[in-house]
């Protein structure tokens, strides 16, 4: 499964900005995907999940309410509406699938795209 993250860029506080995320390969075996960040001198951290057959998701306290996942199976893509942006948001964004769904911790996840840079300026 290969994993292309897509979307990230540079907003002032208070702006929003869309994630995508497109799978390939044999995504008959994902069952979840995720959204994971990386803030300069920190450890990566959950911010979202997806079931891809349900639609139900999950969220990070940090982001509840302002953030939103959501897929479109046909297009094997997921995305991330992020609304509301504080400048503690920056961070490299990650997507990562699963064979199971709801799961938070990184080493649950079986599959990894690039990062794509979101930068919050207040």
């Known amino acids: 499964v290969q994993l292309q993250a897509s979307g990230g860029g540079q907003v002032q506080a208070g702006g929003s900005l869309r994630l995508s995320c497109a799978a390939s390969g044999r995504t008959f075996s994902i069952y979840g995907m995720g959204w994971f960040r990386q803030a300069p001198g920190k450890e990566r951290e959950f911010v979202a999940t997806?079931?891809?057959?349900?639609?139900?998701?999950y969220y990070a306290d940090s982001v509840k309410g302002r953030f939103a996942a959501s897929r479109d199976n046909a297009k094997n893509s997921v995305y991330l509406q992020m609304n509301s942006l504080k400048p503690e948001d920056t961070a490299v964004y990650y997507c990562?699938?699963?064979?199971?769904?709801?799961?938070?911790?990184?080493?649950?996840?079986?599959?990894w795209g690039q990062g794509t840079q979101v930068t919050v300026s207040s």
């Open positions: 990562a699938a699963a064979r199971s769904s709801g799961l938070t911790a990184l080493q649950q996840y079986d599959y």
């Open positions: 997806i079931n891809l057959s349900g639609g139900t998701t």
